[in-house]
């Protein structure tokens, strides 16, 4: 938060055009928000005073921008939201795996990047409790137990699992290789028909309406994202 | 299209390969025959005559030399020794040659003229794509121009005018560069599809997402369960084939009209497709042949737009493996079907 009680956003990105419609745009729905148009420049502002949020392009021109990651996870976890170019899956999987919580596509809508940050900024503050609600799906993360509209739905350990780390990072995209790494180990990495077919299975049993609903998101070639607010229609 | 456009007289190894070949086996094949060795000298003028019409002229002389060594040590007698040869087996000789120069000239006048046809054709492509994508450009790049001119002093109710404007001719820029990429992609030979295991409704799902609004007001029917299996293809290359696919069903047919999905493993078992039906005015049958070439665009078709869509998912298609085939509807309307090679899913030992 900055001075004025507001959110702090910092925006990266070295085209003047767009951190200034970007700029606006935050303004304008209530966030206070800082520049910076180099990855070196961001990393000493960001090193004095931590923003709330960053919103980073990832093709700087001075360091790349999963080097401006790397190098802003060693003092701060703050929640980052890269900014990629189409058809760059390699730099967007790059990216992710050095900290960033989510990507959003050039050119983008104004209304996307705002729904992006709030719920990055929704999952950021700690909710307190162990019980997480969507739809007709209840998921207590303490006792390990699924209810659908109040009936237990029977889930193996690894399903459970998988949906209780979609969950806590919900709204955050999970590459293939962070899911495999942490619920199967280290050697998993490449076993990505194991995710395939539990995340099948966990859709299977939680149903057809929270699926048409879309909380489970396919990330093509990237990972899977929860969603806890699905826009209709969407 | 390389290997054709290059002349056949520059030749090259293969072509020599070819000759030494040819001559190895009529060689071979006379020695078991019992044939005299002059109608044997007219086995080897047939294979002469078969060969340079499609080798170059170095090869096609070279393939009478050959024959003609061949042919007088192993069959003119004495076998098996060179020996000087009489009038008329010199005149066979003489025609091998004269016959290899014919053959490989004539071949090669025939390449130099598809190889023309080539030419112009790539030309007029050239000139199409430029043409085309100029004017697609200053399009979007006009409308954007005179808006932001107006914008200032417009009042409220055209400003809002304005801003639909704007909001059309940025979709139409952005749709634009995207396929322009994707066609600069294909044509680089620098796409290298990840094949993965893909669930149909998340592909469709991820496709209906790209496109947003742009489906907005249509009635789009999924036809297909969880059920379904996985199949091996490339995701993003099969979003964006879905996309476009849905795109021209949203473009080309009434609001009124419903677009289905379906997606379904064959009878055999070998292939897995999606299909794109709509209930729209279908294919003229005379667009069906020319329908997935590049900047084939339908007659009746709205303006704006190069006709690259349907180029496109067939190119990412045959990428895959896969293809895209085209049917008309049962009562009119047309359906759309990407096909992939299917094997089943490795049975999932738990980790």
């Not at chain 2, 039906?277 to 737009?305: H, I, N, Q, W, Y």
């Amino acid at each position: 938060m900055n001075s004025e009680g507001k959110f702090d956003i910092m925006v990266v990105d070295d085209e003047e055009q767009i951190r200034r419609l970007v700029r606006l745009t935050l303004e304008e729905s209530g966030f206070g928000v800082r520049e910076a148009y180099s990855g070196t420049i961001f990393l000493g502002e960001a090193a004095v005073h931590t923003p709330d949020l960053v919103i980073l392009d990832l093709g700087l021109p001075d360091v790349p921008g999963s080097e401006v990651l790397r190098a802003l996870r060693m003092f701060s976890s703050v929640p980052v939201l890269v900014l990629t170019v189409l058809s760059d899956e390699a730099n967007r999987i790059q990216a992710l795996e050095a900290g960033a919580d989510d990507y959003i596509t050039k050119p983008f809508s104004t209304g996307e990047l705002i729904a992006r940050i709030r719920a990055i900024l929704r999952r950021a503050r700690p909710s307190g409790t162990s019980v997480f609600n969507f739809g007709p799906i209840e998921v207590d993360l303490e006792k390990g137990r699924v209810l659908k509209a109040g009936r237990q739905v029977k889930l193996t350990a690894m399903e459970f699992k998988l949906l209780r780390m979609l969950v806590i990072n919900r709204d955050k995209v999970l590459t293939h290789q962070n899911i495999l790494s942490s619920i199967w180990g280290p050697k998993a990495i490449d076993h990505t028909n194991y995710l395939r077919i539990y995340m099948m299975h966990l859709r299977r049993k939680l149903g057809e309406d929270v699926e048409s609903a879309g909380h489970f998101q396919t990330e093509s070639g990237v990972g899977y994202r929860f969603v806890s607010e699905p826009l209709k229609g969407a | 299209m390389v290997r054709s456009l290059l002349t056949p007289s520059q030749g090259n190894y293969l072509d020599y390969a070819k000759v030494i070949l040819v001559t190895a086996c009529v060689t071979a094949a006379g020695w078991f025959l019992p044939l005299s060795y002059l109608a044997l000298g007219y086995v080897y003028l047939l294979a002469i005559i078969v060969t340079s019409t499609q080798v170059g002229r170095m090869p096609a002389l070279v393939s009478a030399v050959l024959s003609s060594l061949a042919w007088n040590f192993f069959f003119v007698p004495p076998r098996l020794t060179f020996s000087v040869p009489r009038l008329d087996e010199s005149f066979l000789l003489i025609i091998y040659f004269v016959v290899a120069l014919i053959c490989s000239q004539l071949a090669s006048l025939r390449f130099a003229a598809n190889r023309a046809t080539l030419l112009a054709e790539s030309e007029k492509m050239h000139q199409a794509l430029f043409g085309n994508v100029g004017h697609e450009l200053k399009t979007p790049l006009s409308v954007f121009r005179m808006a932001v001119e107006q914008l200032d002093t417009a009042d409220t109710e055209r400003r809002a005018q304005l801003v639909l404007d704007l909001r059309i001719a940025v979709r139409r820029l952005e749709s634009l560069v995207s396929n322009l990429l994707s066609l600069t992609r294909l044509e680089s030979g620098v796409l290298r599809p990840r094949l993965d295991w893909c669930h149909a409704r998340d592909l469709v799902a991820a496709a209906r997402r790209s496109l947003g609004n742009r489906l907005e007001r249509r009635t789009l029917l999924e036809d297909f369960s969880l059920e379904l299996p996985m199949f091996r293809a490339d995701a993003s290359l099969m979003e964006e084939a879905i996309g476009h696919l849905l795109f021209n069903a949203a473009v080309h047919t009434p609001l009124s009209s419903e677009i289905r999905v379906g997606a379904a493993l064959s009878a055999d078992h070998h292939f897995f497709t999606i299909t794109v039906a709509d209930d729209g005015p279908g294919v003229p049958p005379e667009m069906v042949d020319r329908l997935f070439a590049k900047f084939s665009r339908g007659d009746t078709a709205r303006p704006g737009g190069l006709g690259l869509g349907l180029s496109i998912v067939r190119g990412f298609m045959a990428a895959q493996r896969g293809d895209v085939n085209y049917f008309p509807g049962r009562k009119g309307g047309s359906i759309f079907m990407l096909r992939m090679p299917y094997s089943p899913f490795p049975d999932p030992t738990s980790p």
